[in-house]
């Protein structure tokens, strides 16, 4: 069996999408994924699944969601080695100690157009930073994520053409909390 975390999209943000997370892990487990545990009220749970496709794994997690509660947030699923991954490009590592809450993770369905993103003005939003990984989009803000248009201007013009991609972001706290979570023996702990 092997680890998940599973990242939905636009729950429990600004009052839509409402899933409470003991709904959410009933339907995690009617689809027989085990070790199913849950990191805050915003769309993220960590499942042991003895399936290896990590996209099949999202849509019957979608689907299940349709089905049980009637709502088809979209799920993007990512190993334990992807967070790594993640964690290791992170291009502001400062800013991973010091204010991890201002240090947010885009995270991608499908990969970045190489060409869009060699395209985007580094200095698009100053104070705030971006850089591109494999799939993920790091946004580093100088004073507050609901203020700036960070995300907004990067991610429109990296995703150019292309509405079939689908974005969901978590702070730096939370990305290093599922990939410890997905690092464990036990989902739960």
């Not at 991608?108 to 104070?127: H, K, N, R, V, Y």
Request: aromatic residues 4%; contains cysteine.
């Amino acid at each position: 069996m092997a680890k998940y975390a599973a990242l939905l999209r636009g729950v429990n943000v600004g009052g839509h999408g409402t899933i409470a997370m003991t709904d959410l892990r009933r339907v995690l487990e009617s689809l027989g994924h085990t070790e199913v545990s849950t990191y805050l009220q915003s769309g993220n749970a960590v499942v042991s699944s003895d399936d290896d496709d990590p996209e099949r794994i999202g849509r019957r997690i979608e689907e299940g969601l349709e089905r049980d509660l009637g709502l088809r947030p979209s799920v993007l699923i990512r190993t334990g080695a992807e967070l790594a991954t993640v964690i290791a490009g992170n291009p502001f590592p400062q800013a991973a100690i010091e204010q991890p809450k201002l240090l947010h993770v885009a995270f991608l369905s499908a990969p970045p157009d190489p060409e869009l993103a060699a395209a985007i003005d580094p200095g698009i939003c100053p104070p705030d930073e971006f850089g591109i990984g494999d799939r993920a989009v790091y946004l580093r803000y100088a004073v507050s994520s609901g203020r700036s248009k960070l995300a907004d201007l990067v991610l429109r013009q990296l995703l150019r053409g292309r509405p079939e991609v689908t974005v969901t972001a978590r702070n730096w706290n939370t990305v290093e909390a599922l990939a410890a979570k997905l690092a464990s023996p036990s989902a739960s702990a």
